[in-house]
């Protein structure tokens, strides 16, 4: 039984680089994600007063005619709503454009998904893996050992649990965004739609 333990003890030890590692890694990833969260949270905020006026008065007669910002046009939302008012598509086509909208949304939600998922994880590994050692220095009176063996555990937890609340946020305000886009999108379809018909 000694044996079984005693590998089981450095297999788990032999995990601690790479999870510290990936941690690394998921805390880098968090933070460019944050900071072109920030950036495009500001573009939506300047234009979202702007295509709400747009919208709100629009009808049948007018959606061939909408013209967009240019700012927002350059958006993958501005250039998949100037597709759908294209007199060139057809109602097909038009589904087709939302549901490719809706897969990219949805691949882009994909990246803030790891970061909720694999950064508590990873910050959990990272702070069990250590504690046998902290344990075991504990037991021989290496306050040293065991304090640095803590000291990795409770930065890994950190590192952890950050990643995973910047991926959260990422996820619940970049869902919504999609929700909202994907409402215009089908609305501006039905007008035109109706304009067709």
């Known amino acids: 039984m000694d044996t079984i333990s005693n590998v089981m003890f450095w297999l788990s030890n032999g995990f601690l680089i790479p999870v510290v590692v990936g941690l690394l890694f998921f805390f880098v990833w968090s933070v460019l994600l944050l900071g072109g969260?920030?950036?495009?949270?500001?573009?939506?905020?300047?234009?979202?007063?702007?295509?709400?006026?747009?919208?709100?008065?629009?009808?049948?007669?007018?959606?061939?005619?909408?013209?967009?910002?240019?700012?927002?046009?350059?958006?993958?939302?501005?250039?998949?709503?100037?597709?759908?008012?294209?007199?060139?598509?057809?109602?097909?086509?038009?589904?087709?454009?939302?549901?490719?909208?809706?897969?990219?949304?949805?691949?882009?939600?994909?990246?803030?998904?790891?970061?909720?998922?694999?950064?508590?994880?990873?910050?959990?590994?990272?702070?069990?893996?250590?504690?046998g050692p902290a344990l075991a220095g504990l037991s021989t009176g290496d306050i040293a050992s065991m304090a640095y063996n803590m000291q990795v555990a409770f930065a890994t937890t950190v590192l952890g649990l950050f990643a995973g609340a910047v991926g959260f946020v990422l996820y619940q305000s970049k869902q919504r965004w999609a929700q909202k886009d994907l409402v215009r999108l089908d609305f501006v379809a039905g007008l035109k739609k109706e304009a067709v018909a």
């Open 37 to 131: 969260f920030v950036s495009r949270y500001v573009q939506r905020a300047r234009l979202e007063k702007e295509l709400a006026s747009l919208l709100e008065g629009l009808d049948k007669t007018k959606v061939a005619q909408l013209q967009l910002p240019e700012a927002l046009s350059k958006t993958r939302f501005g250039q998949c709503m100037s597709r759908i008012t294209a007199s060139t598509y057809s109602e097909a086509a038009v589904g087709k454009l939302i549901s490719e909208y809706e897969l990219s949304c949805s691949k882009e939600l994909n990246q803030a998904k790891i970061l909720v998922k694999f950064g508590p994880i990873l910050g959990l590994m990272g702070t069990l893996i250590p504690m």
